[in-house]
């Protein structure tokens, strides 16, 4: 396995370095950008369009076209000989077919550098190249093409890149990515939320609910003489260490965490500079939270030192641990209920549970979650202008509310009916009375919508949720809805400098974790990591993106 793994990475290595030396002389120019020649919205191409009985040369659908598309597992999303009436709709609406060019979630990055090398990427491919030196390359040596100039005949496209999130994507005033945005508004986007068993937290006769970090370490050192079955219990467990540096660092350095990172995904300025959140003078005081609450038996070592993230789940569910954090949508109800029940079929998850926001910040204030994006839609520079109008065409529907509402709900008429806002789910149900899920029924499901957005709104909107889970989960936006977002840019992290390129720091939280189980003082050990990462090269490096980033327009 190792010697395969050696002999791949030598065969990248001299492959990548072919294209550099080529580059020059044979690597394709980024075509032309598309003229609106057709004025048609993209939104409005139905599907009776691509069986319209206009001429091709005014019907822009009217070519057979095939799409080579790698996404991660989409093998699965495409499975052969498997009927799926959804991709079926999909192929008549645009006309097109697609063919698979497979990645996973262990071999993507490699598979497409590969590719990248060697010329033969497919039309789209979907990774997380910008603020790596891919995307600077991919660009510099026309591996990859510009989006259309003119956005005109795709109307939902227009708003994508008129979003102030999109800036990071821009070169010379064009787009070489499509962003693959978590969210449309920040109305959804929560931070870790704990889960707490009633009958402890009503055993602990506690004045209020926690508001401060003080407060939650009383409230679970009370948690700890408080038997559980004639047992005491971990007072606090978590789907993953991560997930619980999360929940401490966002009444310390709300920052940190933006955008589901380990604060390399967020800049916060400070001292007039921008730099990476892990480096803001507020992470140690998380740091101290963690640290005392690890020492004092708070939480579970074990999530620390394996970083099992299935286990902090199981504990919980077995009476093994008081209190649970992760997050705060109806999905993570649904999936901490659904463990809970098997293990306490007489005692209701949402009965038996008390939920608690994350804790007021040190000035006195309560902060949520910020998210962009993660990942983007690259285009091969080999993909012709007629095949890019097709491209974004697909894109700009998958944007729309129809788009939206294929891939969520089904086919109107078959798998939900709608009158006025008012949307009746038709689906059949499982043997549990649950309606079966659409990527279930449609395997393109778990793909397509993902192509080029996340969805995330649908999970808080989605018609067939539980009615008694809506309820508390309508209670939690209310709060959300009072909750503050920290000052941070989410755009810098991606944006390209060179030595900020070749920075690491914190990777996995590593930095946080040894300091919270170490025995060290941890202000004296977070100096000690501060000085690690100067003499690496930080001051130098933070000066140099600085002055990039202001000179490119992305800071003031």
């Excluded at 370095?17 to 598309?34: D, F, N, R, Y």
């Excluded at 007489?346 to 204030?365: R, S, Y």
Aim: hydrophobic share 40%.
């Amino acid at each position: 396995m190792l010697r395969r793994k050696s002999i791949f990475t030598t065969l990248l290595a001299g492959l990548l370095a072919l294209v550099v030396l080529c580059a020059g002389c044979g690597a394709p120019p980024a075509p032309a950008a598309t003229s609106a020649a057709t004025g048609t919205s993209a939104e409005t191409a139905s599907a009776s369009a691509a069986a319209s009985s206009e001429p091709a040369e005014t019907n822009p659908l009217a070519t057979p076209m095939t799409l080579s598309i790698a996404y991660w597992g989409i093998d699965g999303a495409i499975p052969d000989g498997v009927a799926d009436p959804l991709y079926d709709k999909l192929k008549t609406d645009f006309n097109i077919t697609i063919e698979k060019k497979p990645t996973t979630w262990t071999d993507w990055t490699e598979k497409i550098q590969l590719w990248a090398a060697a010329g033969e990427l497919p039309d789209i491919f979907a990774t997380d190249a910008l603020g790596k030196p891919d995307y600077a390359n991919w660009v510099a040596n026309g591996v990859v093409r510009a989006v259309p100039a003119d956005l005109t005949p795709y109307s939902n496209m227009q708003k994508v890149y008129a979003d102030p999130r999109a800036k990071v994507f821009e070169k010379e005033g064009k787009f070489y990515a499509c962003p693959r945005y978590q969210y449309d508004s920040e109305k959804y986007m929560t931070a870790p939320s704990m889960f707490v068993r009633k009958d402890v937290y009503d055993a602990a006769k506690l004045a209020r609910q926690p508001e401060t970090m003080d407060e939650l370490i009383a409230m679970l050192t009370a948690f700890k003489d408080i038997p559980v079955n004639g047992k005491k219990i971990t007072p606090l467990t978590g789907s993953s260490a991560n997930m619980l540096i999360q929940y401490v660092m966002c009444a310390n350095n709300p920052a940190y965490f933006y955008n589901g990172g380990a604060g390399n995904t967020a800049y916060v300025q400070e001292n007039g500079q921008w730099i990476p959140a892990f480096f803001s003078a507020k992470t140690l005081d998380g740091i101290k939270d963690l640290q005392a609450m690890y020492q004092a038996g708070l939480m579970d070592s074990d999530l620390f030192v394996s970083g099992n993230s299935a286990n902090g789940l199981a504990q919980f569910a077995a009476d093994n641990a008081a209190a649970f954090v992760w997050g705060a949508d109806p999905n993570t109800w649904a999936n901490v209920g659904r463990e809970w029940d098997k293990a306490h079929p007489d005692k209701p998850f949402l009965d038996n549970v008390v939920q608690l926001t994350t804790m007021k910040a040190h000035d006195g204030v309560y902060y949520q979650y910020k998210e962009s994006f993660w990942s983007e839609s690259y285009f091969s520079s080999k993909v012709d202008d007629a095949k890019m109008d097709r491209i974004m065409r697909l894109y700009d529907f998958l944007y729309s509310q129809e788009g939206k509402d294929l891939f969520t709900l089904g086919i109107e008429g078959t798998d939900y009916t709608r009158s006025g806002d008012a949307i009746t789910i038709t689906r059949p149900k499982n043997d549990k009375g649950e309606f079966i899920g659409i990527a279930e029924m449609y395997p393109i499901a778990n793909m397509m919508p993902n192509l080029a957005t996340w969805y995330g709104e649908f999970n808080w909107t989605n018609p067939t949720l539980n009615p008694k889970i809506k309820e508390k989960t309508d209670a939690y936006l209310a709060w959300l809805d009072k909750a503050s977002v920290a000052e941070a840019d989410l755009n810098l992290p991606s944006f390209s400098a060179p030595l900020k390129d070749k920075f690491s720091y914190n990777a996995g939280n590593d930095d946080v974790i040894r300091i919270t189980l170490g025995k060290e003082d941890p202000a004296t050990a977070w100096a000690a990591t501060l000085k690690k990462y100067e003499d690496a090269g930080y001051k130098a490096m933070v000066e140099e993106f600085n002055t990039m980033a202001k000179a490119a327009g992305m800071i003031p």
